[in-house]
């Protein structure tokens, strides 16, 4: 069983099917993405604050993102899980205690193990791959998200997927928002203050929702009455899902997992093929 070439067929149809969901995933972001109107569709108002000398931003209109994107990301997200499991299952009927040594309790806890810390995936990987050989899990450990530290292993690619399978699967359907990036001002009419500064850009670690506050304006007040501004922004956004940017998720996870796939076996280019479009890796 060790050198059958077939053994890793089924995770890699799981794995193209997932970049087929993405792609079409990437056609509904670049419509969206070319729609002039979406930046009319992000209202902002301006509060006076004295005691920081500026002008606090705020959102107060803001168009919610195409269900229908969620949906498909459930999909992307259920495929490349699926796709990491089977990895797991074909890693363990390579190694010596394969799936018809073990108990039914024994088998149903096998899978890709995804950890943020290490002394947890030595623990687990006894458990979810019994009788790998060291070089398969020396493949599954280097791509773990607790390499990244305590600060960015949230942000792991297999970290977001592990969250965003587990809550599309058993909850909800997990929506995507809007990720500010940087926001644009042009102050039209200032009283009773000068404009000095304007941030050229921003942190907002929270998805943009109405009444977010965003990169403010900070002004000299010049005049004895409350100062007064009127102003038009523009506010550039990206869609993100859990905390990290749609885009970079999805290109980090066909990367990741393609390249465990290589390190693995090579892929069944004629099987892929068959599924039509772009899913051959390198293609």
Same mark, same amino acid.
């Given at each position: ?29 670049? &419509?969206?993405? *070319?729609? +002039? ?15 920081? $000398? @500026? ?84 493949? &599954?450990?280097? *791509?773990? +998200? ?15 997927? $592990? @969250? ?120």
């Amino acid at each position: 069983m060790e050198h059958d070439p077939r053994l890793f067929e089924s995770a890699w149809l799981k794995w193209a099917w997932a970049k087929a969901h993405a792609e079409t995933l990437k056609a509904y972001l670049q &419509v969206w993405g *070319n729609d +002039p109107k979406r930046w009319t569709r992000i209202g902002m108002a301006t509060r006076y604050d004295p005691k920081h $000398h @500026r002008f606090n931003v705020y959102v107060m209109e803001l168009p919610s993102l195409p269900i229908e994107w969620s949906v498909v990301i459930g999909d992307i997200g259920h495929n490349y899980r699926s796709c990491l499991d089977h990895i797991a299952w074909a890693i363990v009927r390579r190694g010596t205690k394969p799936p018809d040594t073990l108990s039914e309790y024994d088998q149903s806890r096998v899978g890709f193990p995804i950890y943020d810390d290490r002394i947890k995936f030595n623990r687990g990987v006894k458990t979810m791959l019994p009788g790998a050989r060291r070089a398969d899990i020396a493949i &599954v450990r280097r *791509n773990q +998200p607790y390499h990244g530290g305590k600060r960015r292993s949230g942000r792991h690619a297999f970290a977001v997927l $592990h @969250r965003l399978s587990n809550e599309d699967k058993h909850r909800t359907i997990q929506p995507t928002f809007m990720s500010p990036q940087a926001a644009t001002y042009h102050v039209e009419n200032a009283l009773g203050c000068t404009v000095t500064r304007i941030p050229a850009s921003f942190l907002l670690g929270e998805p943009l929702q109405v009444g977010a506050q965003l990169a403010p304006i900070y002004v000299r007040k010049t005049g004895p009455t409350e100062p007064y501004l009127e102003m038009r922004g523009q506010l550039a956004v990206q869609p993100a899902i859990l905390g990290v940017l749609l885009g970079e998720w999805l290109v980090a996870m066909e990367d990741l997992v393609s390249t465990i796939l290589k390190e693995l076996a090579d892929p069944p280019t004629d099987l892929l093929a068959k599924l039509g479009g772009p899913v051959v890796p390198g293609a």
